[in-house]
């Protein structure tokens, strides 16, 4: 090869390496600006982020005319028509997205996988607090009402075992503690009760997935004391699921 020749191909070489770094370069920093907008993931009781609706479609609180529930005087009839369960709300209580003052009317049917239904004490509900926080703080009932598929553990810690007869059906519990920075201890600051229900009808999928055949619902209730009296407000919360 020439020596011209030689110089010609260094050069073209030396560019195409500079070419090469500086899109590597612009692809890194792509990368980090859109690692630095991705939300930080929900850590244990903090609201998670909301996405978009993409139908629209709503459900009603009360669900008037469901004759499966049978509630008590004062007591709203909720019905998953999702996951296929239904409860009864206390005087008071309500669901809540975390980002309103108020109780959920109407909840998106994209929520309806996992919901968090909070006692009368909550609200007005203040943005950016944390249900964790105020249970611990203030006394507040947290319940958690997640679905829970065949293949998927309770949960990593406690895993629901002990039975609990309510009418015909059996719901399996455990107890789990929390310290104050929300890490499982002996004993702590808030308590969770964890209650699997199991489910009659297979719930709808939301969005694509494999198969919901066999999952059941997992019910988590945070409360400041643990849920030992069988009269609890909490518990007759829990004892009113009923698979629809």
Not at 90 to 114: C, E, H, V
Not at 116 to 122: C, E, G, Q, V, Y
Request: glycine share 8%.
């Amino acid at each position: 090869m020439r020596p011209i020749t030689r110089r010609l191909a260094r050069a073209s070489l030396v560019s195409a390496v500079a070419l090469g770094a500086l899109a590597s370069v612009l692809l890194l920093a792509a990368r980090g600006d859109d690692h630095q907008s991705k939300p930080r993931p929900p850590a244990l009781a903090e609201p998670a982020a909301r996405t978009p609706d993409d139908d629209g479609a709503t459900v009603p609180v009360e669900a008037r005319g469901t004759t499966a529930l049978t509630c008590a005087g004062g007591w709203t009839p909720f019905a998953n028509p999702v996951v296929h369960y239904g409860l009864c709300i206390p005087p008071g209580w309500g669901f809540s997205d975390f980002t309103t003052t108020g109780p959920m009317t109407d909840i998106p049917r994209r929520m309806l996988n996992n919901l968090h239904l909070l006692s009368a004490d909550a609200f007005p509900w203040t943005p950016g607090d944390f249900p964790f926080d105020l249970v611990r703080e203030r006394g507040v009932v947290d319940v958690e009402l997640n679905l829970l598929p065949s293949d998927a553990p309770a949960s990593t810690e406690c895993e629901p075992a002990d039975p609990r007869r309510v009418g015909t059906l059996t719901f399996l519990t455990c107890a789990q503690a929390y310290d104050d920075l929300g890490q499982p201890a002996e004993a702590g600051d808030v308590y969770a009760t964890k209650i699997v229900v199991p489910l009659v009808t297979t719930p709808e999928r939301i969005g694509p997935g494999p198969s919901l055949a066999g999952a059941r619902l997992l019910v988590i209730v945070r409360t400041a004391r643990p849920m030992t009296e069988e009269v609890s407000l909490p518990w007759r919360v829990v004892d009113s699921i009923r698979p629809l």
